[in-house]
């Protein structure tokens, strides 16, 4: 059974993979992962956050040792919070790099023009074969255009673009108001793959000490859904590669999204739940399934139930709405 595939240029032994999580940090789990088949290693995110708080810090304690900016630092977590801060990040890609024999994704999680995109060319450097850009950005200026943040997005990747030779993927949020034709001038931009979608951690609201609170939860593969939709949509009208990442769980939840047009998939919430070695089992479990359908490979099914057939996608996804209202009866 051919479960090879092809993603960001990079040839996969198969078209699963972590996503960026913590799991990574750890070089007995990555060795781990390779074990079970991972198709890549995708690295945990350098936050923006994390390489200016450094870069101020130099500043303010050659310039003034007084912390002056405390109040703007306060929001985000001390930077002995984070796993790895930028230059063990960049080690531990070098050392990743020298003990596994499959491709090494890097990953930068950035809203902002700035000094930090030139830390993708240190990335670059240290030997990563691919990145992945995650633009987290919530518009919460309700005067903000949804152009802007649109616009936001392309000047990040551009720069990114011009400091780096190695491909990239950009990891989209699902709430554009016209995500086909976002990932059109992404696509027009030069990204090598597009990742659908980032997952935004709602906080919730602690009604005694008057807070928000944040609340980490695992995803459920009924988030899927979303994302098998627009892998569907776009599957055939862009260049880029599709990945689809989040709700992601089972052999089942892999078929469904390569046959709507993703090129690989990656998983996070189950490997946090099930270890490394879980993504053996899903890996697997889609050989022999692929077998026991009479499949030769992913390539043969791959793109089977997107909507590149149908001359008028809205019109399809509006009678689908309205044949699931009239499905629930009183």
């Known amino acids: 059974m051919n479960l090879s595939t092809t993603y960001l240029g990079l040839k996969l032994n198969n078209p699963v993979m972590p996503g960026a999580s913590p799991l990574v940090d750890q ?13 890549a ?12 708080s450094e870069q101020i810090s130099e500043f303010y304690h050659t310039e003034n040792p007084a912390e002056s900016f405390s109040e703007a630092t306060s929001y985000f977590p001390q930077m002995e ?3 790895l801060g930028p230059d063990r990040y960049l080690e531990q890609i070098g050392k990743i790099k020298s003990m596994v024999d499959i491709p090494v994704i890097g990953s930068i999680n950035g809203t902002s023009l700035g000094g930090w995109t030139e830390h993708a060319r ?16 919530i518009a919460t200026d309700p005067d903000e255009p949804g152009t802007s943040v649109e616009s936001r997005t392309l000047y990040i990747l551009q720069a990114v673009r011009d400091a780096v030779g190695i491909p990239i993927s950009v990891k989209l949020s699902p709430y554009f108001s016209s995500p086909g034709h976002f990932a059109k001038q992404l696509d027009a931009m030069g990204a090598a793959g597009l990742v659908l979608f980032n997952r935004f951690y709602q906080p919730d609201i602690d009604i005694e000490e008057l807070e928000a609170a944040p609340r980490l939860e695992l995803s459920n593969s009924t988030e899927l859904r979303l994302r098998l939709r627009w892998a569907a949509i776009l599957h055939d009208r862009i260049k880029a590669d599709i990945a689809v990442g989040g709700g992601i769980h089972t052999v089942e939840d892999i078929i469904k999204a390569i046959m709507c047009g993703a090129t690989v998939t990656q998983v996070v919430s189950s490997l946090l739940k099930y270890g490394p070695s879980h993504i053996g089992d899903l890996i697997s479990g889609l050989g022999r399934w692929l077998e026991e359908h009479d499949y030769e490979s992913v390539d043969q099914m791959r793109g089977s139930m997107s909507l590149r057939h149908c001359p008028d996608p809205s019109a399809f996804e509006r009678a689908n709405y309205l044949r699931v209202l ?3 009866k009183v």
């Open 27 to 39: 070089l007995d789990n990555v060795r781990r992962l390779e074990d079970a088949g991972a198709a």
């Open 41 to 52: 290693i995708v690295m945990h995110s350098l936050f923006e956050e994390q390489i200016t």
């Open 81 to 83: 919070d984070y796993a």
């Open 122 to 137: 240190l990335i670059e450097q240290a030997g990563a074969d691919a990145l992945e850009l995650n633009v987290y950005y």
């Open 326 to 328: 009239q499905l629930w």
